[in-house]
């Protein structure tokens, strides 16, 4: 069974740090696109950062540069997601995803699709809960 599992998620206060996992079973992560995305209460599901399959190039939304960074480890076919510097704001349900590298999909676009572009990539993960309070 293909899947992709989310985990790391957690109730942290402003300031803080978590480390978000994504790991993919049945499917080679290394040959995807990969992405994570929130969706706050309330709220579409947005992209925060995506990263190309070939040559790792990122793409990160604009109220989390300096804060977040993505990276993979082919050795556990693991995308990992490390938070600091956490507010409010950050709080919602973080999901991965994995898109096929083509027709080439550029990252910034793949962050950027709303709703209905997002039901084409091809799995997502359960999500993992972050609250970002006091």
């Known amino acids: 069974q293909v899947q992709i599992v989310e985990s790391g998620g957690g109730l942290v206060q402003p300031g803080g740090s978590l480390r978000l996992s994504c790991e993919g079973f049945g499917v080679n992560l290394d040959y995807y696109n990969v992405g994570w995305f929130r969706q706050a209460p309330g709220k579409e599901r947005e992209g925060v950062v995506c990263?190309?399959?070939?040559?790792?190039?990122?793409y990160y939304r604009d109220s989390v540069k300096g804060r977040f960074t993505i990276s993979r480890e082919s050795a556990k076919n693991t995308v990992y997601l490390q938070m600091i510097d956490l507010k409010p704001e950050d709080t919602g349900v973080y999901y991965c995803t994995a898109h096929r590298p083509w027709p080439v999909t550029p990252v910034q676009e793949m962050c950027d699709r709303t709703s209905l572009g997002q039901a084409e990539f091809n799995y997502w993960g359960q999500g993992t809960q972050v609250n970002v309070s006091s």
């Open positions: 990263m190309d399959a070939s040559d790792y190039s990122t």
